[in-house]
């Protein structure tokens, strides 16, 4: 049995039951996938985004779930105008009692007070956080990044700006009374340095990574078709799921260093089961969006990661999420700083099936198989690792230097 742990968390002086927010996406579109969500215990959900005076780019959903490869890719997506952003807000607030309801929102006006005219509104329709989407690169970003500079900058476009972030995140600062997160993007290659505008600005929590922009996988038979269905040609598409994850830890990490303990701090990307969940929260996540996972098995998983969290932290000895939030900070050194082991790699000749796969790895001289008997010498072995990795039937290990084998 485990012990009483305390999964809340904060943003602003709202309190969070848990640090699962479904993330601003086709999960989180209507009153019924509000309803799902909080029957499931989620402890928030951030609202599909909401682009005014009219989102400029929003076509019918294109997705594609490579599973094998492990990411998800959509080239199209439907976004809602304000008046059915404030409905859908509107109707939420009259049935949930549990949830924390976040409008995601993005301003395309010419004037910068519009964010504040904006986020108001939603403050006035019942939210309980706003959240600015300085993030979706599927918008200007893309257009952008293709060629094309016709519109108004939103999203990625703005999130990789921290001065246009601060001017922006004051003027909703001035507007509302409820806290305020902002969404950013790591598309700048600088997503700390857009965090720390956002929360010298006064943003009550700021987080990142959402969706990367990628080429999709291609069809080399037909490199003029695409792999999305009905859908003619492609363009580059926003990738989530598992995939994204090394790459958004990296980002977590590079916020929390940045900032330190003080500012609350969610991530999202790839995040499916607790090993993910707690990876995010010991590089600085105070808080989770997930939303891939939501598309691909709807909300009512997460109880059995909700328990398994509290177990998780009953066994480690943790009661509440700070205690391990940043653990892993310390862990990570420069490179100049990295210790390593002197080891090399043995065989163990009863599993060996002398299959040759590690016989065929290129970069190692120390691997020879005198008359298909795999053999290692340890003086050559650079201690790499790759033959155990390669092994089909375990066979090989390594050993650290001094260690008896
Ligand atoms: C189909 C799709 C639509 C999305 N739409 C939004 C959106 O409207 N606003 C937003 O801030 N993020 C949006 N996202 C980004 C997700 O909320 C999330 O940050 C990102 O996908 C990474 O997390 P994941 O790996 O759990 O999906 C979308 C993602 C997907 C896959
Ligand atoms: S650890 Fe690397 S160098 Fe050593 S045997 Fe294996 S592949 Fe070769
Ligand atoms: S990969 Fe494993 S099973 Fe195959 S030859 Fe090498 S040690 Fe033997």
Known sequence: MSKTVDLSVKIGDVTLKNPFIVGSGPTVKNLDQIRAAEDSGWAGVSMKLVIDPEPYI???PRYRWLKKKGYNIFSAEKRLTTGEGLKLLEEARKIVKDIALIPNLTYDGPDPEGWGRLAKQFEDAGS???ELNMCCPNMSFNTETTGDSSVQL????????????????????DSVSIPVLVKITPEGGEIAKSARACIEAGADAVGGTASRLGIPDIDIRNPMGTIFRLQSNITLGCLSGPWIRPLALRDIYEMRSLLGPNPT???SGGIHDLQSAVEHIMLGADALWI????MLRGFAWLPKLIDELKQYMSDMSYNKISD???LLLQNIKAAKDLKIDEGYAVVDLDRCTSCGLCWKIGHCTAITHPVKVTTIKSKTCMGCSTCVDICPTSAITMVKKGDTE
């Open 265 to 267: 701090l969610l991530n």
């Open 324 to 326: 391990f939030r940043d």
């Open 128 to 130: 309980d956080i706003i």
């Open 58 to 60: 929003s076509l019918p």
């Open 154 to 173: 939103t999203g990625a476009s703005l999130g990789k700006e921290p001065e246009a972030l601060k001017e922006i995140v004051e003027i909703v600062k």
């Open 291 to 294: 939303c891939t996972e939501t």
